[in-house]
T-cell receptor, first 116, second 110 residues
């Protein structure tokens, strides 16, 4: 009966490397969201998956960012050729229904990404 | 931007006092949600208020919504040291993405 699980919890990598972040949503949750949170800031929407619909990628900041989700389970966020401005906490959330459903989002504890 | 903005950015009170924080947004919404974030953790959902509701209570929390002013307030009564956290409002408009504000950092001094 676990909540949303994200891994790794911390990631330090050199500029230019690719990183892959993983999110395991709550079982049965059809909607999954990725956000970026810079230090002391609010959440910046990145991408939204809802069931088998095409994802809403409108928040991805550049083509270096991509995300996939297999059915209604695990999602991975990939950042290619990382830059120092990518340093942030990446948060994943899932919810029972999509945005029309008035369901709350359940968040993981995030992956803290540091680019050297 | 549709993003909500919380006010104040930071708030420090004594234990037992009430804490009030506000959220303003720019466009029509479907619902507004308040979340809490402890340092180094993810966000925890506190309360959701629909656009046709004006007030909602949950334990020591009271949320109001004024759609004519495009604003909401979160009141925490009889605050405790454990309420120390950042508080965010999030708005949703008819199927678009959620927009989170920049948060209010609340410190409750024992």
């Amino acid at each position: 009966g676990a909540g949303v699980s994200q891994s790794p919890s911390n990631k330090v990598t050199e500029k230019g490397k690719d990183v892959e972040l993983r999110c395991d949503p709550i079982s049965g949750h059809t909607a999954l969201y990725w956000y970026r949170q810079r230090l002391g800031q609010g959440l910046e929407f990145l991408i939204y998956f809802q069931g088998n619909s095409a994802p809403d990628k409108s928040g991805l900041p550049s083509d270096r960012f991509s995300a996939e989700r297999t059915g209604e389970s695990v999602s991975t966020l990939t950042i290619q050729r990382t830059q120092q401005e990518d340093s942030a906490v990446y948060l994943c959330a899932s919810s029972l229904g999509g945005l029309y459903s008035n369901q709350p989002q359940h968040f993981g504890d995030g992956t803290r990404l540091s680019i050297l | 931007s549709q993003q909500g903005e919380e006010d104040p950015q930071a708030l420090s009170i004594q234990e037992g006092e009430n804490a009030t924080m506000n959220c303003s947004y720019k466009t029509s919404i479907n619902n507004l949600q308040w979340y809490r974030q402890n340092s180094g953790r993810g966000l925890v959902h506190l309360i959701l208020i629909r656009s046709n509701e004006r007030e909602k209570h949950s334990g020591r929390l009271r949320v109001t919504l004024d759609t004519s002013k495009k604003s909401s307030s979160l009141l925490i009564t009889a605050s405790r040291a454990a309420d120390t956290a950042s508080y965010f409002c999030a708005t949703s408009k008819h199927g678009n993405q959620f927009y989170f504000g920049t948060g209010t950092s609340l410190t409750v001094i024992p």
